[in-house]
């Protein structure tokens, strides 16, 4: 299989490529064009001259078009979650979710196309009227990482397109076989030349440059906090509009009187789903001391029966992780771990599937103190990190804490500390009776904190990145007014 860049409605070869590889087998999966500095020109020009026009297509067409995307993407839902499973790892049930949620979020955007909705209200004035609407940004670049690789870009793209931008969108060089899939399908769905261009390529010399472009207006990132902060900085430097979605440190709390089965089929999902590789994945588990014993056991027997594999088996429940760095990286936390002196209950182990590869047992942590290396920083990996409290109070304390501010759930049959803790807890996703994952799109999505710089996903907020407001005023009076002078004493 090969994979190519997708700028101004062609697909475009490259001298250079590089390889794709199957994390679950080792085997290389697909070869891939690499883009250069002269893509990203050709790119961002092909996008400036395609917003001329994208911007003056009327949004409900637009709309029609996402619609399009979404048919095809339905149609296409078990192909292409097949590659995604290859590219990434994550288990084809999982898969096929990644896939939904495009779908879901072409269908709600496809009908903002019929919204957009700006407002109108009361001038001060005689004769004279007020309204504000929404403006497209211009060109938009977007970088996003390999977790989910058709969620997030969705997030980004979906928005960006029904609001009128053209775009570059700069997937990870971990994904670039399931991204170069889904521009195809925006090809097939009819999107006019240069609006949608896609830039596949390792290292971060293609997304820097496309940070730097004077040309490209905003910047949507998904990714480590790193990153994040880097590009807020060269973008900043010329007042470019930035929208960052980072890490996560996720916690669930439990209380005393919480559902213990319910809580443990919970935790199980949220800390080891998607190999623990999500941004809303459970790290920490805050337990008050009561129910603590039982929940561990019940958590541990299920740990120990998971079973590790190749994600296209249907009766594998955790994929590989992404790469051999992350691999090691998760093995040094768990060792700082230890060396800080957290107890390992089960797992801490790099493992393999029929001696192939980069698979790491799910591992449960008792006694980790809050403040250590494994309570406060991102592993992004199957780890999970069990935290005994005396109170709520303490447990929010602690939550709080974070220096990320992602997704946070608690586990009461408490109403009244239920709605205390909806309260006072700080992240940007709150969940009660529900571990940390599982956002839908039509909420808005992100974090607070190290985990964002206060934008929001999804939902109709997410259009407030991808369009200026524009106030217009009209003055049929005939006569010079002048407002907050005139009228007034
Ligand atoms: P990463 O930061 O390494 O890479 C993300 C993207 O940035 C990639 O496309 C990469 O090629 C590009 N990039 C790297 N350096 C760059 C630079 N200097 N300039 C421009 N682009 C550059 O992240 P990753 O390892 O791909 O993803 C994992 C991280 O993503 C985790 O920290 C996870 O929590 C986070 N994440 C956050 C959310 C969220 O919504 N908050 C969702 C998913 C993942």
């Known amino acids: 299989m090969e994979f190519q860049n997708y700028i101004n409605g062609k697909w475009i070869s490259s001298k250079t490529t590089f390889a794709t590889v199957n994390p679950a ?4 999966l697909a070869q891939i064009a690499e883009a250069n500095l002269a893509d ?10 395609a917003f001329k026009s994208w911007r003056l297509t009327p949004a409900p067409l637009r709309g029609e078009l996402l619609f399009k995307v979404g048919d095809i993407l339905k149609t296409k839902k078990e192909e292409l979650a097949r590659l995604l499973t290859q590219d990434m790892g994550k288990v084809i049930t999982e898969a096929r979710g990644d896939i939904q949620e495009a779908i879901d979020m072409a269908y709600f955007m496809g009908g903002e196309g019929r919204r957009l909705l700006g407002y109108t209200a009361p001038v001060e004035m005689p004769n004279k009227f007020g309204m504000a609407m929404r403006d497209p940004s211009g060109v938009v670049g977007i970088i996003t990482p390999w977790n989910f690789p058709i969620a997030v870009p969705s997030w980004k793209i979906f928005p960006a397109l029904i609001a009128g931008n053209t775009l570059i969108w700069k997937p990870s060089p971990e994904t670039p076989a399931i991204s170069a899939a889904f521009t195809k399908v925006f090809e097939e769905a009819g999107l006019p030349a240069g609006v ?6 390792p290292g971060a010399e293609v997304g820097r440059a496309l940070v730097d472009h004077p040309g490209v207006r905003v910047l949507s990132f998904t990714g480590s906090t790193t ?3 880097a590009i807020a900085e060269a973008a900043g430097r010329l007042n470019k509009k930035v929208s960052l979605e980072m890490g996560g440190k996720n916690a669930i709390i439990v209380l ?3 559902d213990l089965e319910l809580v443990a089929d919970a935790t199980l999902w949220a800390a080891f789903g998607t190999t623990g590789q999500r941004c809303t994945a459970a790290s920490r588990l805050i337990v008050q001391k009561g129910i603590a014993p039982k929940l561990k056991e019940a958590l541990l027997a299920r ?3 998971l079973t590790l594999g190749n994600g296209l088996d249907l009766n594998v429940e955790v994929g590989p992780v992404i790469n051999k760095i992350a691999l090691d990286r998760i093995h040094n936390y768990v060792q700082v771990g230890q060396k800080e002196g957290a107890r390992v ?7 393999d599937v029929n001696g192939k590869g980069f698979f790491y047992a799910p591992t449960l942590f008792d006694g980790v103190r809050p ?3 494994l309570e406060a920083e991102e592993v992004f990996g199957p780890v999970l990190s069990i935290i005994e409290v005396n109170s709520l109070e303490e447990a929010i304390e602690i939550n709080n804490r974070s220096k990320y501010g992602l997704s946070t759930s608690i586990f009461t049959q408490d109403v009244n500390r239920a709605f205390t803790a909806m309260r006072d807890i700080f992240t940007g996703l709150v969940y009660i009776n529900h571990g940390t994952t599982g956002a839908e799109i039509q909420f808005p999505f992100g974090g607070v904190r190290g985990t964002g710089n206060g934008h929001r996903e999804a939902g109709q907020t997410a259009l407030e990145l991808f369009t200026e407001w524009k106030s217009i005023y009209v003055d049929y009076s005939g006569k010079l007014q002048r407002a907050q002078i005139d009228n007034r004493e």
């Open 303 to 305: 740990t120990k029966k």
């Open 25 to 28: 087998t080792e085997e290389i």
């Open 371 to 373: 403040g250590s290396t």
């Open 196 to 201: 949608f261009n896609l830039l596949l390529a």
């Open 345 to 351: 209950l089960t797992g801490a182990e790099i493992t």
């Open 227 to 229: 990153t994040g902060r």
């Open 40 to 49: 990203v020109e050709s790119a961002v020009q092909a996008a400036s001259e």
């Open 256 to 258: 005393d009187d919480a």
